[in-house]
Every structure is written in structure tokens, then in C-alpha cells.
């Protein structure tokens, strides 16, 4: 496609829900970022897929969340039992190669937890 | 671990002033650094880059110099303009060295408001 797409642009869930966002990443591009960002606090880096490498997963702020990369290209982001603290915009960028290459963002996720 | 710090904001200039935003950062290894930019409604797009010690990045009259001595990588711009009013994000990608994490980790931003 053009860009990185995310869907769906907006969640409102009920605090216990789960919720799976997704991203399409650019043709051909083989590392893959989701972020979050929150009011005041930046992006917080949650986890990176590269190729056909483990993912790194190291900032996943709770075993409520999970990633998963289907086919080296289609990204699901799932969160279980969703917390109002997980409210937040969820970004995903990709880049051609490793992250010295420029990341491409989508426009995002805004999850609302109520 | 890698890290970064940039200064906090909301920065508020006039239009023609100077602008800096400080950034600095800690890594092993040899990062690649990045200046990410976010206009209002819009998403994050790169500014400018640089891959190795004392290259300069720039675009749109911006500029930062990659200076390993002082482990920084602040932003300039001589004279600003209404337009460059956005969040500005700087980034480092660790690359896999010695343990690094080979990923690309941001600042928590700094807003920028330029007044005509």
C-alpha cells in the first residue's frame, strides 16, 4: 500500500474486554514497531518484529499484551482484559530494514478504556 | 539500556527566532540518530538523520550534528516559521552491539508553538 495503515482509527471498549489492533505494514518492509503514546509520556516502545527473527519483546508492559506478525507482514496488537491506564494512541511504524532506515507511521490507534 | 532525553517542553517562540532543542543520549555501540517530527492531525514523519559521529542531518532548515563526545544531537533552526509549529521527537536505533536493543527509541517530545 501507500503507507502504514491501522485499524480501527478508534476503540472505545469496556475496562475487561479484549482488543486487537492492527497494522499493514509498507510492501516489503521487514521491521515492524508498535508504539504507545500517551498524554505527556512520549512514545513508549513496545515491541519490534525484524524479519523472520524472535521479536523483541521487551516492552510489553504486562503479559495482558501480546504481538504477533503474520507472514513476515500483517501486525495484531491484542490486549485481554483491558485497563483504563491502557488508554493511549497505539502506533505501528515500519522500515525497509533495520531501524537505521526511516520508520514510516500510521496514523495510529486511540484506545479508549471506560 | 539505551536511552534518550530531550528537553521539556511546550517551547513557545516568535516567528524569525532561534530555535534549539536539546537531546541527548546514552547507548552502547555506534546509534543512528533521528529527528521525528509530528504536525497537528498529522502522523510522525522524519526530519533529519545522522549514522555516525559528527555527520549533520538536515531538511527543511533544520539541523543537528551527531556529536559522540558530548553524546548529543540537538535540533536548530536559525529562524523559525508559524508552519513549524509541531511536537518534535528525537530517536536513536541501537543497533545489535553488544547486547544493545536493536530498536528505535524515541524522547518523550518536545511541543513547539511559534506565534506570528
Same mark, same amino acid.
Given at each position: 500500500g501507500a503507507g502504514v495503515s491501522q485499524s480501527p482509527s478508534n476503540k472505545v471498549t469496556e475496562k475487561g474486554k479484549d482488543v486487537e489492533l492492527r497494522c499493514d505494514p509498507i510492501? /516489503?518492509? +521487514?521491521a515492524l514497531y508498535w508504539y504507545r503514546q500517551s498524554l505527556g509520556q512520549g512514545l513508549e516502545f513496545l515491541i519490534y518484529f525484524q /524479519?523472520?527473527?524472535? @521479536? $523483541?519483546? #521487551? /516492552?510489553? @508492559? #504486562? $503479559?495482558r499484551f501480546s504481538a504477533e506478525r503474520t507472514g513476515g507482514s500483517v501486525s495484531t496488537l491484542t490486549i485481554q482484559? +483491558? =485497563? =483504563?491506564? $491502557?488508554s493511549a494512541v497505539y502506533l505501528c511504524a515500519s522500515s525497509l530494514y533495520r531501524g537505521d532506515t526511516e520508520a514510516f507511521f500510521g496514523q495510529g490507534t486511540r484506545l479508549t478504556v471506560v | 539500556g539505551n536511552s534518550v532525553t530531550q528537553m521539556e517542553g511546550p517551547v513557545t517562540l516568535s516567528e524569525e527566532a532561534f530555535l534549539t532543542i536539546n537531546c541527548t543520549y546514552t547507548a552502547t555501540g555506534y546509534p543512528s540518530l533521528f529527528w521525528y517530527v509530528q504536525y497537528p492531525g498529522e502522523g510522525l514523519q522524519l526530519l533529519l538523520k545522522a549514522t555516525k559521529a559528527d555527520d549533520k542531518g538536515s531538511n527543511k532548515g533544520f539541523e543537528a550534528t551527531y556529536r559522540k563526545e558530548t553524546t548529543s544531537f540537538h535540533l536548530e533552526k536559525g529562524s523559525v516559521q508559524v508552519s513549524d509549529s509541531a511536537v518534535y521527537f528525537c530517536a536513536l536505533y541501537g543497533g545489535n552491539y553488544g547486547g544493545s536493543q536493536g530498536n528505535l527509541i524515541f524522547g518523550k517530545g518536545t511541543k513547539l508553538s511559534v506565534k506570528p
Open positions: 510492501s /516489503g518492509h +521487514t /524479519g523472520n527473527s524472535a @521479536p $523483541d519483546k #521487551s /516492552g510489553l @508492559p #504486562s $503479559d482484559r +483491558t =485497563q =483504563q491506564e $491502557d | -
